[in-house]
């Protein structure tokens, strides 16, 4: 079988144009919104303590998107309700599962209905920033992209990233 | 399925018809008439912040239906000032009574209360969010002394910061109410808010001024401007005393318009109206007692 030369690891004339090495098994989060890179993977929970290879480029010229940020982790293959968090803020994402260095899985994300424990309410007063034993919750409007918390009724509309747990 | 009544999101339109519809049945008790409806049934009274009208006529709706109500007492003298969490107060709470009135400062208090309930939360205001009772009695006094349909309605005084406001806009969108909303600026209506009425099918007006509209309204829905909800004393002082109904106001208003007012009055209703025939401000109070005698009845499944 003959192997897409991007994804051959050993393709020595592409080497050196390679910004980040192809991965042999785990999921790669392409056509991220240029500069989001980092915020997504705060959203995946994967912070400077991890100890999986996680690699990020960021500003990547694009044909679509002009500029896009792509992030790549090894030996993990992220489930669809972690990658649809993603959407709130960068809605053209692509997931791509790697197995054996081919792309096994392909899909776009998409805006969940609900989002639990991911964004924090930007009511102060609200109960799900107290003490009380309770996570954030929201119902998510699509078009345009509001979040609605389910305890106090406030939406959140702009800078979704600033409110990132 | 528990019956929590948390906010009025919750309701259908069809589910508020059959609460009014139902509140009617309960008013010869509400006035006196003996039931035990509720009898052997404890209802629990949290209140977090102070309330007057609302937990005296959640307990007379209770007793008057035969049943038994134990209260929290004061937040400083009970569990609350030893640093308990409100979930745990609710679980322990649960274990006593059939069903529990709260009313919180923080937003969303009872939805959160209602995840961790076994029985069911009726919710008696939470900060500046809902306050579900409050709006189905207002509903019912416009349908027993007004009409719902049709209805063309002002809502006058802090449109901000009244949680009172709100809930009852929201439903009467359910009603298409042709609503005017008159505020001084800084007390307008959360664009979030109005956009949302909308969206349910409300026509929405906006003035700051009474007389602009008072020939053309069947309620009038009057507000105090509460001292409280400011976080800038200096704002309050600004707005304070701004709207005031006064019976020479009322002379250009028509034969059939109703003033309405969730109470407690400051100056924004003189006490000259009380005698005309416009003044509805207490027969509304009263009504909270057959609708929370509804919602307690519901809520107990002893309807």
């Known amino acids: ?165 | 399925m528990l019956r929590h009544i948390i906010s009025m999101r919750d309701f259908s339109r069809d589910e508020i018809d059959i609460i009014l519809n139902r509140a009617k049945d309960f008013e010869p008790i509400a006035r006196g008439k003996k039931s035990s409806l509720l009898s052997g049934k404890i209802l629990a009274t949290l209140f977090y912040e102070p309330s007057t009208r609302t937990r005296l006529s959640f307990e007379t709706a209770m007793k008057r239906l035969g049943g038994e109500v134990i209260d929290l007492g004061s937040v400083e003298s009970s569990s609350v000032a030893k640093g308990e969490t409100l979930a745990d107060t609710i679980r322990v709470i649960g274990n006593y009574a059939d069903a529990i009135v709260l009313r919180h400062p923080r937003e969303g208090a009872a939805r959160m209360a209602a995840e961790y309930s076994n029985v069911p939360i009726l919710n008696a205001g939470d900060g500046a969010g809902h306050h579900p009772t409050q709006t189905l009695l207002d509903l019912y006094t416009i349908m027993r002394e007004s009409s719902l349909s049709k209805l063309r309605i002002a809502l006058v005084g802090d449109l901000k910061y009244g949680r009172t406001v709100h809930s009852l806009a929201y439903a009467l969108s359910l009603y298409h109410a042709d609503m005017t909303l008159i505020s001084p600026k800084q007390l307008q209506m959360p664009d979030v808010i109005k956009k949302d009425l909308k969206k349910q099918g409300a026509i929405i007006t906006e003035t700051t001024n009474i007389e602009d509209v008072l020939g053309d309204i069947d309620v009038l829905y009057v507000t105090r401007i509460q001292k409280e909800r400011f976080p800038d004393p200096a704002e309050y002082q600004k707005v304070a005393g701004i709207y005031r109904v006064t019976e020479e106001l009322l002379k250009k208003a028509p034969d059939n318009l109703i003033v309405m007012h969730p109470m407690p009055r400051v100056d924004e209703i003189d006490p000259a109206v009380d005698k005309t025939k416009y003044a509805r401000y207490f027969e509304q109070s009263f009504y909270g007692v057959p609708v929370r005698m509804t919602l307690l009845a519901m809520a107990m499944e002893a309807v």
Request: proline letters at 5%; a negative charge; aromatic letters at 4%.
């Open chain 1, 1 to 165: 079988m003959k192997r897409n030369e991007e994804d051959n690891p050993n393709n020595s004339s592409l080497k050196k144009e390679m910004r980040v090495r192809p991965i042999r098994r785990g999921t790669v989060i392409d056509h991220i919104t240029a500069g989001q890179a980092l915020n997504v993977l705060k959203i995946l929970g994967i912070y400077g303590t991890t100890t999986a290879v996680v690699s990020v480029a960021m500003n990547v010229p694009s044909g679509v998107l002009g500029f896009k940020d792509i992030v790549k982790v090894e030996d993990r293959e992220l489930e669809e309700e972690e990658v649809d968090r993603i959407s709130l803020i960068a809605p053209n994402a692509t997931i791509n599962i790697i197995r054996e260095f081919e792309v096994k899985e392909k899909h776009r994300v998409a805006l969940p209905e609900h989002l639990d424990g991911v964004v924090k309410c930007d009511n102060p007063n609200c109960i799900s920033n107290t003490s009380e034993p309770v996570i954030s919750k929201f119902t998510v409007n699509k078009k345009p992209v509001e979040l609605r918390c389910i305890y106090c009724d406030h939406v959140i509309s702009e800078g979704i990233a600033d409110h990132l747990i």
